[in-house]
């Protein structure tokens, strides 16, 4: 990919009817990893969160709490979702909210203009509504409830009894999309990923598409349709809009040029209406889709997806208290495969960190610099001539940045760290195999002993550019630690996809002393 390009991307917007757990974590992590990268790679990169505060669900919440559907939202995105993005080392570039002015008065604009383009009609409806989606549901996803619902029909993924639902709504013309989307699939492959993802929405597609209801009469929380006010607009167009509104459409033409269209990642639940919906609305207004969408999997605890309903919900701050931001992030981004479902456990979390973060990274960190103070005075040594083994170390790394870069671009976060983890592993075995302890024993040895030393420093340069975008804290530390803040400038300039060449630390440069980067959980988890 290009460096200069714009690279726009969103994390769904949120829900704020409750607190967030660690799945709204995962989501908003992997997409500013990849934001992270991009941006620092000289894509013009923009990064998009949010929340979705319309919607039935929104104004039972606030009941439940003696507080006004504003109040409530309020309370909740200063209280809880603001802190998130603080607490994970979250680097967006907005934060959109669809109770904003800029964001409703759009919407409208939009609705307009599909409606003028005749698009959308008025019609009654009559179908079984899930409150937890805010989605009239398909066959596909009600069930038969058992237990203390026995007799009832019930949402598939929430669980609970739908209710029945009879309204004089309006209506977009979704069903004439059928072949455009179709289409789109076939002419760019990659619009959804990944495969199992594709397949599902083309199968959903192919099955037929019925007339999407866009509008809601029986409450008035919401936006109001901008040639019916005793309508409100379905939530569900409402927050997809977001995408658009929070880059100008609507209002400022240039900023949207240059950002639109956008990647979305989203969990795999929601992945029709961006996949199905979305496209389609867009296409109804002119407009150019999105540059594809990415489904990601669920989390599970216990075998079951993460929810709050259930008990499985985690706040991400009972993981970030004990471990730290940057175990979080590279935790959820290395050992799950994005796109498939992940099991969270705390065995697992502990045992990573300590393998991998503390004894791996960490240490690898740690050592290296504590030689350079002790044999150097601190001093990063001159290499001198590079043998085969010094050579192979360097094509690790020019072959891992390589490789992260082709991976981060399939969206494969998970492969992108296997790759630059290669590098950790090759420098370990190498100051394992060479003993720098023992080269420092013999003065003859002491030109080995240099370039030993250098290599290490140099592949640690590349690893705290490379690892930057997962964990911003620590290879901040590093990068300090190597001297290289003031040698080569800040560590979010360096260019990530020249992080292979090497040399680029220069000799003379000054350590400083490393606090171990992961320390030594103390903690029960």
């Not at 995962?26 to 929340?51: C, F, I, K, N, P």
Request: with cysteine.
């Amino acid at each position: 990919m290009t460096s200069g390009r714009s690279f726009y991307i969103t994390t769904p917007i949120y829900y704020p009817s409750d607190v967030p757990h660690i799945g709204h974590g995962y989501t908003t992590v992997a997409v500013d990893a990849l934001a992270r990268w991009h941006r620092q790679a000289g894509d013009d990169t923009w990064m998009l969160t949010g929340t979705d505060e319309h919607g039935q669900k929104m104004i039972r919440a606030a009941a439940a709490n003696n507080a006004t559907p504003q109040e409530w939202v309020d309370k909740l995105v200063t209280e809880s979702w603001f802190p998130l993005l603080e607490t994970l080392d979250i680097a967006n570039d907005d934060f959109i909210r669809t109770t904003q002015e800029r964001h409703e008065t759009r919407v409208q604009t939009f609705l307009q203009a599909i409606y003028d383009r005749g698009y959308i009609y008025a019609g009654e409806y009559e179908a079984l509504y899930c409150v937890g989606c805010e989605e009239f549901k398909p066959e596909s996803e009600i069930v038969d409830g058992t237990g203390p619902f026995e007799g009832l029909k019930v949402c598939v993924i929430h669980s609970k009894p739908l209710e029945l639902l009879q309204e004089k709504n309006y209506f977009f013309k979704l069903s004439e999309f059928a072949d455009r989307l179709l289409e789109l699939y076939r002419d760019e492959p990659d619009f959804v990923r990944p495969e199992s993802a594709r397949n599902e929405v083309i199968s959903f597609v192919r099955s037929g598409l019925k007339d999407l209801s866009i509008s809601r009469s029986t409450f008035d929380w919401g936006i109001e349709v901008p040639w019916d006010s005793s309508h409100v607009i379905y939530v569900w167009v409402d927050a997809l809009l977001n995408y658009a509104t929070a880059v100008g459409y609507g209002a400022d033409p240039e900023t949207f040029e240059r950002r639109w269209p956008a990647y979305h990642v989203v969990g795999k639940d929601i992945l029709r209406f961006h996949a199905v919906i979305w496209p389609a609305m867009l296409m109804a207004a002119g407009l150019d889709v999105p540059r594809g969408v990415f489904a990601h999997g669920w989390l599970l605890v216990g075998g079951e997806k993460m929810s709050k309903s259930n008990l499985t919900g985690i706040a991400p701050t009972e993981i970030t208290d004990v471990f730290g931001s940057d175990a979080y992030r590279f935790y959820f981004l290395s050992a799950i495969a994005f796109g498939q479902d992940g099991s969270f456990s705390w065995e697992d979390l502990s045992a990573r960190y300590q393998a991998e973060l503390a004894n791996g990274f960490g240490n690898l960190a740690s050592r290296s610099i504590a030689m350079i103070e002790k044999y150097y005075e601190g001093i990063v040594p001159p290499p001198g001539e590079y043998t085969e083994g010094d050579l192979a170390v360097q094509k690790i790394v020019s072959d891992a940045v390589t490789t992260a870069d082709a991976a981060i671009d399939r969206f494969r976060i998970d492969e992108a760290i296997a790759a630059i983890w290669t590098i950790v592993d090759a420098l370990n075995l190498y100051i394992t195999e060479n003993a720098p302890w023992a080269l420092a024993k013999d003065d003859a040895q002491r030109e080995r002993l240099g370039t030993v030393l250098y290599t290490a420093a140099e592949g640690l340069r590349a690893l705290a550019v490379l690892l930057s975008p997962v964990t911003p804290e620590s290879t901040e530390k590093l990068w300090i630690a190597l001297g290289a803040a003031e040698s080569l400038g800040r560590l979010r300039d360096q260019p990530i996809r020249e992080a292979g060449a090497w040399g680029i630390l220069r000799p003379g440069t000054s350590v400083n002393g490393l606090a171990p980067l992961f320390p030594r959980v103390e903690q029960s988890v």
